[in-house]
RNA sequence: GCCGACCUAGCUCAAUGGCAGAGCAACGGUAUCGUAAACCGUAGGUUCUGGGUUCAAGUCCCAGGGUCGGCUCCA
């Protein structure tokens, strides 16, 4: 039997011994589904009116570790609909599963284990009992989960488990979780002092440190500097707008909930914007254009508000107000593909500086569900069949995505993994034929008739919250040195050594760095491990020695140390800054 | 929003319903030291907020806020 295939069966017995173990121990609870997923199962359970946390998962695991010797073979029958519903009279979760499998004029089949019987398909270990190693799983968390996944449903009690072939390969996965933990982006942003939030403020609403906000601007400034290459302006907007301009672009009607609404002392209805398109069209539109001065390219990095369920919120990646690197080109229809391959190449460069592999996928509407987007399906058609025109160009693999795009149009979305193993859609390049419509835009073309122009909607980083987010656990907060919100320490042996390491620190800062001078009046042992803890790229001790030659000492954060005077110095550093490196 | 857990000093965490504490950080002093934690001292609290039970609440109950694990959602 090939590794995997066991693997999925271990599992799949498993959860079928997480049941038997809940019953034996709370007999009243209904056992509905459980599948196997990476890295473990679940089994969702409605236990009643009992309420069941994390403290009651290791009694149940020692049922399960009684029970299992016990279950050396099983049997296997089947049954009719109505035989079949008698075997479940107080359980409504698997009389609905019956229908289904009825329904689907599929086998209904039961499988027993000791005591325990359960409706199933099959596909297990035929002796747990001798197979399964007894250590080789853990239950890990409890959470709630719709029955089957719609949230009009009951709320089920959902135990999570990690299960392997071998005890070592448990605990290789539980030190990944651990190392995760590590990188919690949330944990580096404190730890590395760049965001913070408060409850004053509230939920998911982050403020930046001074540290937070340095690394910002980098980030933006980058984005910027690829952008102004490409023929970009820079435009700015308020964060707020009336009603009219969101009802004219359909967001109004789209949005809803997730709209955060105002309305003025004199009875006027205003949003704060949940995104800037509608904002720019305006920008755009406000002259006649000639196809002479077409491409319009705007870029705008600016928060955003979205008034996010407090139960989805996480950190940075889930956040209400979204700092958006958003930019928005106008041009001929002709000049769409060059305009979306400029974009790709910037996110192409972007990401490929932080060593990060990314994932495309085409973002596509659902024929079968017109109604959550604009505008007619032959017209969907033909944006789709540019993009994937566009890509195969490109020879780049790519996914679909099939009722994910935005309600105005295809995307071509960019996304990331992180230290997790989540996925996390970055960077995105859309393409819209609504909101000019909406809006009437055009440009006048070469016979001095009106043409309409389209939208390429362009995101680099998506958010910066969202970037910094994933960028935080792929670097385990290891900045490169452009980008660290300090860059050097200099720490002084005694506070003889302090005003030459001034001296030094000034010279630094004069060249552009980011400079510390650690001038405690403590011993030098004790500045190196604050330093060696605090991940900053580069630190150097001040002492006699440096004072009396002309030499520096410059160490790394790996530990390796090369000795220079201040000028190469300096170019050394200014070089790595520059490359990025 | 929903299910469950949690919230104590700037940080990490203690405290059977019975005097709110420790380490680190901060501040003051002594020491001025060459590669991972000098020594002494000081200060620091609406125990998330509001209400209730109790002779007595950080601890028990109710409501709200926030956080965490998930579910649902994410134009």
């Known amino acids: ?26 007999p009243k609870a209904l056992p509905t589904i459980g599948p196997t997923i990476e890295n473990g199962f679940y089994y969702d359970f409605d236990f009643g009116h009992i309420k069941i946390s994390e403290e009651a998962l290791p009694k149940i695991e020692k049922m399960m570790r009684k029970i299992l010797p016990s279950w ?7 049954l009719n609909r109505i035989d079949a519903k008698k075997e479940y009279r107080e359980n ?3 009389k609905e599963l019956i229908d289904e499998i009825a329904e689907k004029k599929e086998k209904i089949t039961f499988y027993k284990f000791g005591k325990f019987e359960d409706l199933c398909r099959g596909g297990h270990l035929k002796n747990p009992a001798e197979e399964i190693d007894p250590e080789a799983f853990r239950l890990l968390s409890v959470a709630g989960a719709y029955w089957k996944g719609d949230e009009k449903n009951k709320m089920l009690t959902r135990i999570y488990a990690a299960a392997f072939e071998s005890k070592k390969e448990l605990e290789a996965h539980l030190l990944t979780l651990e190392e995760a933990k590590k990188r919690d982006h949330r944990k580096l942003g404190k730890e590395l002092d760049l965001f913070v939030f408060s409850e004053l403020v509230g939920a998911g609403l982050p ?63 205003f949003a704060i914007k949940p995104m800037n398109c509608p904002h720019h069209t305006q920008i755009f539109a406000r002259k006649t254009w000639s196809y002479k001065e077409m491409p319009q390219r705007y870029a705008d990095t600016t928060m955003v508000y979205r008034d996010e369920q407090t139960g989805e919120l996480h950190g940075l990646s889930r956040v209400r107000s979204i700092t958006q690197d958003d930019a928005h080109v106008f041009c001929r229809e002709k000049q769409a593909k060059e305009e979306a391959m400029k974009i790709w190449d910037i996110v192409e460069t972007f990401y490929k500086t932080f060593g ?32 994937k025109s566009w890509i195969e160009e490109k020879g780049a693999e790519y996914g679909l995505g099939v009722g994910e795009a935005a309600f105005y149009g295809p995307k071509i979305d960019f996304i990331a993994k992180d230290s997790l193993g989540r996925e996390w859609q970055v960077a995105t390049i859309q393409i819209d034929r609504s909101m000019p419509e909406s809006f009437d835009l055009y440009c006048i073309n070469e016979k001095n008739e009106k043409e309409r122009v389209v939208m390429l909607h362009a995101a680099i980083m998506g958010s910066i919250e969202r970037f910094l987010s994933v960028y935080l656990e792929h670097s385990a907060g290891i900045f490169p040195l452009w980008l660290s919100p300090e860059q050097i320490f200099i720490l002084p042996v005694a506070k003889d050594h302090n005003a030459f390491a001034w001296q030094t620190c000034n010279k630094l800062r004069k060249a552009g760095l980011r400079v510390r001078v650690d001038d ?31 030499k520096l000492k410059i160490e790394d954060r790996n530990g390796k140390a090369e000795e220079m005077d201040l000028k190469n110095l300096i170019e050394k550093l200014k070089k790595e800054i520059e490359s990025r490196s």
């Open 207 to 269: 403020l930046w440190t001074p540290k937070g906000t340095l690394v910002r601007h980098l980030l933006d400034d980058f984005v910027w500097q690829l952008r102004k290459e490409r023929g970009y302006e820079r435009v700015e907007i308020p964060h707020l707008t009336k009603k009219n301009l969101y009802e004219k672009s359909g967001h109004w009607a789209k949005f809803g909930d997730d709209l955060f609404r105002i309305k003025t002392r004199e009875g006027h209805e």
């Open 72 to 78: 050396h073979s099983y049997e296997e029958r089947e």
């Open 1 to 26: 039997m090939a590794n995997k295939e066991k693997l999925e069966k271990t599992r799949h017995s498993l959860a079928h011994l997480l049941a038997a173990a809940v019953l034996e121990l709370y």
């Open 520 to 550: 405690n009046s403590e011993p030098l042992g004790k500045k190196i491990r604050r330093t060696k803890i605090s991940k900053i790229p580069y630190y150097m001790v001040i002492g006699g020695n440096e004072m009396t030659s002309d």
């Open 356 to 387: 990060f592999e990314l994932k495309v996928k085409l973002s596509i509407h659902d024929k079968d569900n017109m109604d959550r987007f604009m505008g007619d399906v032959s017209g969907w058609e033909k944006a789709v069949e540019d993009f």
């Open 92 to 94: 409504p979760y698997k």
